[in-house]
């Protein structure tokens, strides 16, 4: 009885503390990995050279477009917060949605930006496009 | 007496050490040379002679009398070169208005990073050729002197981009003596080295 009590407690305190954490872990260490060294770790992009993604109406405004860029990168001019950029992007086409769903719901969270969590199935119709390099799992 | 040689070890290695760990001086980094006359003189940057975003010859004399920082990078870098480009925009706009420092970048691509490319890559990031080079040339020459600024450039289909190459941005003084390095992609490192300029800056 004692015994139980303890892995209750034990078990409590695991889930009170892995919930403590911050929930798009693997969007950060995604986001770190391939995507900080040109939109930096903060997000701010560089002057007229990179876009940023902390504050960007592109991701408001063009939501269903990120999985496809994040997957097969961008190519010419895009506006952002009223900056014309024309930096070519090279897409990380290894990443499976649900990596590509961790990276934009850590983005959405991350620098004071504050937009809708998106799931999964969605970001699977959002990539349905460019279809053409689908690994969904 | 028989002390006395133990007190002037001690004695010494305190005045030495003193020496060493002066706040004020930075110290001549790289191998020292033998010159003409068979002194010893620290590294110093050899003549080149480059051609900036506006088309401008740049050359040992455009940074006469005058510190520099100098790196290595290219405009398609999907690697470090962002990340060093953002370090060198805050020493940049640090001392905006300090006329005794500008900035010099060498592409490592100058197949590609042409004037023309070079000079909208300077104008997208909001900079002026009288603060700010970015130099292109023959690619030979410029990689010859990425080892004189204690650089790596090497040609490498493997890595991204296919140049493998190091982000370490050097402090140059006037007299072409390396004074101070710091690694571009860490921005505590920078913090540091911009410390650095200062003391160099400061010098007399």
């Not at chain 1, 408001?60 to 950029?85: D, L």
């Not at chain 2, 009398?65 to 999907?78: E, H, L, S, T, W």
């Not at chain 2, 650089?151 to 296919?162: H, I, Q, R």
Request: glycine letters at 6%.
């Amino acid at each position: 009885m004692k015994n139980s009590i303890a892995c209750l407690l034990l078990a409590t305190f695991f889930v009170w503390t892995s919930c403590d954490q911050y929930p798009y872990q693997q969007g950060k260490i995604l986001y770190t990995n391939f995507c900080e060294n040109c939109h930096m770790a903060d997000g701010s992009g560089l002057k007229a050279l990179i876009p940023p993604l902390a504050g960007a109406d592109y991701l408001s405004k063009n939501g269903a477009a990120i999985p496809c860029i994040i997957r097969n990168g961008i190519k010419g001019e895009m506006t952002v917060n009223g900056i014309t950029y024309n930096t070519e992007m090279a897409g990380v086409e290894r990443l499976t949605e649900f990596e590509i769903t961790n990276i934009i719901n850590y983005i959405h969270t991350s620098w004071g930006n504050d937009l809708p969590i998106v799931e999964h199935l969605q970001v699977r119709e959002w990539l349905k496009p460019c279809e053409k390099n689908v690994k969904p799992f | 007496m028989k002390y006395l040689f133990i007190w002037l070890v001690v004695f010494s290695v305190l005045v030495g050490c003193q020496s060493s760990l002066s706040p004020d001086v930075l110290p001549m980094l790289g191998s020292p040379q033998i010159d003409q006359n068979g002194d010893s003189v620290a590294h110093t940057i050899p003549d080149f002679s480059f051609v900036d975003q506006d088309s401008n010859l740049v050359t040992n004399e455009t940074f006469a009398g005058k510190a520099y920082v100098a790196d290595f990078f290219f405009i398609a870098c999907p690697t470090i070169c962002p990340k060093t480009a953002k370090q060198m925009l805050r020493i940049h706009d640090y001392f905006k208005d300090d006329a005794r420092l500008e900035l010099l970048g060498h592409t490592l691509a100058p197949k590609y990073d042409t004037v023309a490319a070079l000079n909208r890559y300077a104008r997208n990031l909001g900079v002026s050729s009288k603060k700010w080079h970015f130099v292109t040339g023959d690619q030979a020459t410029i990689y010859k002197m990425a080892p004189e600024y204690m650089n790596v450039a090497l040609e490498d289909s493997d890595a991204p981009g296919g140049i493998n190459h190091s982000g370490y941005l050097i402090l140059v003084d006037k007299n072409r003596h390396i004074r101070s390095f710091c690694n571009g992609t860490d921005p505590e490192d920078v913090d540091r080295f911009i410390k650095d300029i200062e003391k160099l800056l400061n010098e007399k």
